[in-house]
Antibody
């Protein structure tokens, strides 16, 4: 089955770190750029970060630049998002995605 | 950075109505645009890719058009299951960046 499955979300205090993971299956993972997208409660979709198939090109939204780091392991068919210095405004459902395929998301709540 | 301006932000329509949603890009993006539908509590689902190509399995009442800076999603005859929020998505390859429109909530009149 073609799917993306996120994990690693949870409740974290402001200023702390969290690492999200995304497991891909059913397609040739290293053929595709991969992305993280988030959606705050009741809000629209916000692109967070993207990484090319070979990790040679990476992009970040201004809102997370310098705090978040995207990476991938093609041998493990996995995508990651290291989130440091978390803020309340980072609270959202985080989706792993490639063009045309999205996971179900993992919820990150930043609160004291 | 490319900005995507989507309109309207919401609309009320009846079953059977023709509905049109527009996205304008701040600069030319060729046809690097898709349209997504999102229902409450669900992940977004792609309807259209490359501005006008219908995703496999998506009903033919959905269509996309445009290139360059102006793009349109049309639902030719609105069905009950189409009440949802719709987003346009512009994509770049290098660096790999995406830009979403603000979304259009389609509600029942």
């Amino acid at each position: 089955e073609v799917q993306l499955v996120e994990s690693g979300g949870g409740l974290v205090q402001p200023g702390r770190s969290l690492r999200l993971s995304c497991a891909a299956s059913g397609f040739t993972f290293d053929d595709y750029a991969m992305h993280w997208v988030r959606q705050a409660p009741g809000k629209g979709l916000e692109w967070v970060s993207g990484i090319s198939w070979n990790s040679g090109s990476i992009g970040y939204a201004d809102s997370v630049k310098g705090r978040f780091t995207i990476s991938r392991d093609n041998a493990k068919n996995s995508l990651y998002l290291q989130m440091n210095s978390l803020r309340a405004e980072d609270t959202a459902l985080y989706y792993c995605a490639k063009e045309g395929l999205w996971g179900q998301g993992t919820l990150v709540t930043v609160s004291s | 950075d490319i900005q995507m301006t989507q309109s309207p932000s919401s609309l009320s329509a009846s079953v059977g109505d023709r509905v049109t949603i527009t996205c304008r890009a701040s600069q030319g993006i060729r046809n690097d645009l898709g349209w997504y539908q999102q229902k409450p509590g669900k992940a977004p689902k792609r309807l259209i890719y490359a501005a006008s190509s219908l995703q496999s399995g998506v009903p033919s009442r959905f269509s996309g058009s445009g290139s360059g800076t102006e793009f349109t999603l049309t639902i030719s005859s609105l069905q009950p299951e189409d009440f949802a929020t719709y987003y346009c998505l512009q994509h770049n390859s290098y660096p790999p960046t995406w830009t979403f429109g603000q979304g259009t909530k389609v509600e029942i009149k």
